[in-house]
């Protein structure tokens, strides 16, 4: 995405008395603002209600709900892998698929679905380093198709083993609890990985790493030039996706009970992840959020309508990919300066408070 | 003498996937752009022949003549306007218009066009066919696989030869000295594109006479099969590009002789193997881009 990086830019007025004719501590270097404190005490109440809900609402809602944070998921690790790290894969159902089959495994040997999830999640991210030496000495249009092929072979693979129900399907095995305590359980799993994943992708932007994955998302070569250990932090990256979307594809095996070899390796899980966050703003947390709730939304009205749903997804997808690449919220953040998930900095020059004054740079500011 | 005749009919199918093939390899070659909606142009193209037939009443081998210009045309006006504009942006931005492109087709074809399966009916072409002593060689394969070679062989001497063709070879080359030497490089990639989509609308008519489509088959068959040859073949030759295609082919009727199911997967393991040793292809000595 380096055209449309934005890497650092003054903020405000005429350009501020130089910084380097003064002594260092004369600036001060922050990363929140009170946007954030309020994004985040407003967080934590939301998840305390969506906690609560299955005490309130019928199964119907919350496994409603289960939908939404199944594409917020998958959409949040698929834009880590491409909006940061550059790589842009439409094979990220392969995973979604092994999760799901994962549990179904398991499962033969007794273990409980819900228990599985944290084992499916390593064996995801294990799986992701032998597909990583597959894939690691590719690029752009190479990496992404051989992501596809690989998906393509991994439900091949599966289709022939009959233990697994061949290409017919096969049940969850160890879903025997009563619906409405299973449809409680389903929400309330669902809803931790969705806050440990997001959580787990901010925390690793805010790390040092963070900022290596921001100067590759914004100029590869110039990150690489700088010393960013552009390889092995492009490895990381797509761990931590692979893990991600085994631990989706758990949940999707868990909400749908019934799993298809051709339905859990589709490649429009891809064209989800990748429509969402396109739509909702590439290269930010805030973006899939803002995407799926967008996505979410377009799903409910015009679901009856079928593949008109596909052709009006595909078609914003593409003008906002053309025209607006950074999205809603890209558009939204640049007007307001709004973060919610802070993990740039902000230079302030020295006494100001944050109250009122402009920063003097913002680095990072998408 | 089961294996020499899948040898022989994967070389057979192996034409046909060259011609898949050549034009994902030159919209690569010149504009580092990978169609993601190749496979799926193919399958348009294929309607288009049946919307041809049934309006003019002549014979499907014949709809060639107005589907592949229409498609060279669109070809054309596709790069210079929405390709063009996602290049602008960069070419991780062309990976999402392709892909977002993929689903427009597959799903307008679907809701306008119904997800039956369809075929180029050609009469007793398809099954026509002589014997070399135990080996059946249908008529139909062979002339695709002719037509394959025909249009290598053409696309090479356009390369070399024509003026158009030396454009396009150096903005392929070197982009800014051509655009230095008075070239305009965004009417060279449309000519590149008219090539690239003129070839997969012939590969699409091949495809349809020699068997079923539907929407789907794009995506799920074409595009992997078109990229596979690409890589299996190595970048930047027309004559790898056809020996992909035959490696690929001859695969995958290996495969389907050790069992039906294994007939793709066969093709796919091939496709693995060749990328995990030689990534650059098998006549290819330049690194991967």
Not at chain 2, 130 to 135: R, V
């Amino acid at each position: 995405m380096s055209s449309v990086g934005q890497q650092a830019e003054w903020a405000g007025g005429p350009v501020p008395p130089a910084v380097t004719d003064q002594e260092p501590a004369s600036v001060r270097v922050t990363r929140s603002r009170r946007s954030v404190l309020w994004a985040g005490m407003v967080a934590i109440a939301g998840v305390a209600v969506l906690a609560y809900l299955p005490y309130l609402v019928y199964s119907s809602t919350t496994s409603l709900l289960d939908q939404f944070f199944l594409l917020l998921i998958m959409a949040s690790m698929w834009n880590l892998l491409a909006g940061y790290a550059g790589l842009v894969s439409v094979g990220q159902q392969a995973f979604i698929g092994l999760g799901a089959y994962f549990v179904v495994i398991l499962g033969m040997h007794g273990l409980s679905p819900f228990a599985s999830i944290p084992i499916v999640t390593v064996a995801g991210a294990v799986i992701g380093l032998v597909f990583w030496w597959l894939v690691s000495r590719l690029r752009s249009g190479y990496f992404a198709i051989t992501m596809w092929v690989i998906a393509s072979v991994c439900m091949l693979v599966i289709i022939q083993v009959s233990s697994l129900g061949g290409g017919t399907g096969i049940a969850v095995p160890g879903l025997t609890q009563s619906p409405k305590l299973l449809s409680a359980y389903t929400y309330w799993v669902t809803l931790v990985v969705t806050v440990v994943a997001i959580a787990a992708i901010y925390l690793l932007l805010r790390s040092r790493l963070g900022l290596a994955l921001t100067a590759i998302r914004d100029d590869e070569t110039g990150a690489r030039s700088v010393g960013a250990r552009v390889s092995s932090v492009q490895r990381l990256v797509f761990l931590v996706a692979a893990a991600g979307c085994a631990a989706a594809g758990a949940l999707y095996a868990i909400d749908q009970q019934f799993i298809v070899p051709t339905a859990a390796f589709s490649v429009y899980f891809t064209a989800e992840m990748i429509f969402i966050t396109i739509i909702g703003g590439i290269g930010t947390i805030e973006g899939p959020i803002i995407g799926t709730v967008v996505f979410f939304v377009l799903q409910q009205t015009l679901s009856s309508a079928g593949t008109w749903y596909w052709i009006v997804l595909g078609l914003v997808a593409i003008a906002v990919a053309i025209w607006a690449p950074r999205g809603i919220w890209g558009l939204f953040a640049d007007r307001t300066g709004v973060r919610l998930f802070p993990v740039g900095y902000w230079l302030w020059p020295a006494g100001a408070d944050q109250r009122g004054s402009n920063p003097l740079l913002r680095l990072i500011g998408r | 003498m089961t294996w020499v005749n899948a040898v022989v009919q994967g070389i057979m199918l192996g034409g046909l996937y060259a011609l898949f093939a050549c034009g994902l390899s030159l919209m690569f070659g010149v504009m580092k752009v990978i169609n993601l909606a190749h496979g799926d142009l193919a399958v348009v193209a294929a309607y288009l022949a049946l919307g041809v037939v049934t309006v003019t009443h002549v014979p499907t081998v014949w709809s060639f003549v107005l589907v592949v210009p229409i498609f060279a045309g669109v070809g054309y006006l596709v790069q210079r306007t929405l390709i063009q504009a996602a290049l602008n942006r960069g070419v991780l931005t062309t990976l999402l218009v392709t892909f977002g492109l993929s689903v427009v087709i597959e799903n307008a074809l679907q809701q306008f066009l119904s997800a039956n399966s369809r075929s180029l009916s050609i009469g007793s072409l398809v099954s026509d066919s002589f014997s070399i002593g135990q080996i059946t060689i249908a008529y139909l394969d062979l002339v695709i696989l002719v037509v394959a070679v025909v249009v290598l062989l053409g696309l090479q001497y356009f390369l070399s030869s024509s003026r158009n063709g030396r454009l396009i070879r150096a903005v392929a080359d070197d982009r800014e000295a051509a655009q230095l030497s008075g070239v305009n490089y965004r009417h060279v990639f449309g000519v590149a594109a008219a090539i690239a989509f003129a070839t997969v609308a012939l590969a699409g008519l091949a495809f349809g006479m020699y068997t079923q489509f539907d929407p789907t088959t794009g995506t799920d068959q074409l595009l992997l099969y078109a990229f596979e040859a690409v890589v299996i073949g190595g970048l930047g030759s027309l004559w790898g590009t056809l020996a992909g295609g035959i490696l690929l082919g001859v695969a995958q009727q290996i495969g389907a002789q050790i069992h039906a199911s294994d007939q793709l997967l066969a093709g796919q393991l091939l496709f693995l193997i060749i990328l995990v040793l030689r990534p650059q292809g098998i006549t290819s000595r330049r690194e991967l881009a």
